[in-house]
């Protein structure tokens, strides 16, 4: 007689199959992911290739160590265990192990990363910093034993001796690379005595490396206020804190040289081309001015002063002449206005008003005269005044006064100290000029 089993008892008997199968209990399978949906906590899709579908699931302790994210239609290999779910009759696998296939998980990490942060504009230039021209102090974070610091400390030396740099001894590799980077970041930012921050370490895998791709050492780089230099690897490696940097240097050396843009060689010699350049443009300078001297010393105002005044004179007469038509016209506007005023006021009968009006008229009159002949009395006086201080600087008036004036070479002879003995001079007199031979000089001591 045939036996019949219930469908209960077919699943607990595949599941112990499944369970106790050695091949089943560690499998290795590479598909690509479907249907993700990313949850809270623990993941549930499916796992897929050209011919079959397999569900999938991952707890939420493993997710979080695999280091990357997974994403629709992305090509993983995993480690796990198959199990058959006996009220649905079903089976899947659960994940302990994954990682991206063809490209480590540390990869994918990065580039994911890379996209978030570039997506929030953390690596744009508008918020990268200039580096300045000129340092005095630069703080230095990496190993304390590493190439790195010995390599910055020769360059800077030798670029610009007296340069400070202030070293922050950080690990960085392993778990404890990160925050330590970010503490001593942080700890350099609070400082008031820096200019710059070279962050760096030699190079390595991307293991070794990784500290510089934490988010946090990103974040950390970003907020600083003070402008830094990442110099993280050889010249092939990048990290995320190369893109965040204000400069990325690829390697130590190439980090100092552009902490100090300016050598102190170069300083020196750009002073000396100054100082060159001002001593230059001031003796032109000078030179033009004694020049200028030279020409107006030479000039017949110099020699007669009362051209200086002839122009205002002028103009004072135009003036003068000007101001009394003017007041003889308004003088006849206002008879003419009295006479008008007169008549109509005779009209009227207002002989008191007239008396009034003329009055005012009188004293108008003799007012704006008075003021007028003080006006015209200062600005004679002025010019008077003008006048004497100019004929004052005339040396044919002195001469004609009966004093003489002494030349020597076309110059005015002011004192016995610039003459010598046996030397031409002329003595110029009111009726002429005498040329005499000096045989004689005593100053006012000797006399």
């Known amino acids: ?74 090509k993983i290999n995993v480690v796990g265990r198959v199990q058959l779910y006996e009220p649905s009759g079903s089976y899947s696998i659960i994940i302990e192990r994954a990682e991206p296939d063809g490209l480590g998980a540390l990869a994918v990490q990065f580039e994911q990363l890379k996209k978030r942060l570039g997506d929030e504009g953390l690596f744009k230039a508008e918020w990268k910093q200039a580096l300045p021209q000129f340092v005095r102090k630069i703080g230095v974070i990496t190993s304390p034993s590493g190439a790195v610091i010995r390599d910055i ?37 609070n400082r008031g005595d820096l200019d710059l921050l070279i962050v760096g370490r030699g190079g390595g ?14 974040r950390a780089i970003f907020e600083s206020r003070l402008p830094i230099i990442s110099s993280v690897g050889h010249e092939t490696d990048t990290t995320l804190a190369d893109f965040v940097a204000d400069r990325r240097a690829a390697t130590p050396t190439a980090a100092a040289e552009l902490a100090t843009p300016v050598t102190k060689a170069d300083l020196l010699n750009h002073l000396r081309q100054q100082q060159n350049r001002l001593y230059t443009a001031s003796l032109n300078r ?64 207002l002989d008191q008003e007239i008396k009034r009006q003329q009055v005012n008229l009188q004293q108008q009159t003799r007012l704006l005269k008075s003021n007028m002949a003080i006006l015209y009395d200062n600005k004679m006086n002025k010019v008077k005044q ?52 000096v045989k004689d000089v005593k100053d006012e001591k000797n006399i």
């Open 1 to 74: 007689m045939t036996e019949y089993l219930t469908v209960s008892h077919l699943t607990k008997y595949l599941k112990l199959k499944f369970d106790k199968d050695p091949y089943l209990a560690r499998v290795y399978l590479t598909g690509q992911v479907s249907n993700f949906r990313k949850r809270p906590n623990h993941q549930y899709f499916s796992l897929k290739d050209e011919g079959a579908v397999i569900q999938a699931t991952i707890w939420g302790g493993i997710y979080q160590k695999l280091g990357f994210e997974l994403e629709e239609g992305m």
């Open 153 to 189: 400390i020769t360059t800077v030396s030798r670029r610009f001796p007296g340069v400070e740099i202030l070293l922050y001894p950080t690990v960085v590799q392993g778990a404890g690379a990160a925050p330590a980077i970010v503490a001593n970041i942080q700890k350099a930012n």
């Open 205 to 218: 895998s991307i293991e070794d490396l990784w500290a510089f791709n934490e988010e946090s050492v990103v």
């Open 286 to 349: 000078l030179r033009f001015y004694q020049e200028r001297l030279r020409k107006l010393s030479q000039s017949v105002i110099f020699r007669q002063p009362e051209r200086l005044y002839d122009g205002y004179l002028q103009k004072l007469d135009h003036l003068t002449d000007k101001l009394q038509q003017n007041m003889q016209k308004a003088y006849q506007l206002n008879q003419q206005a009295l006479r008008l005023l007169q008549e109509r006021l005779k009209a009227q009968r």
């Open 386 to 437: 003008l006048s004497e201080a100019m004929l004052m600087l005339d040396t044919n008036r002195i001469v004609a006064r009966g004093y003489a004036m002494v030349y020597q070479k076309g110059r005015v002879v002011e004192s016995v100290k610039g003459v010598a003995i046996g030397s031409q001079a002329t003595i110029q007199m009111r009726d002429g000029q005498i040329e005499v031979e």
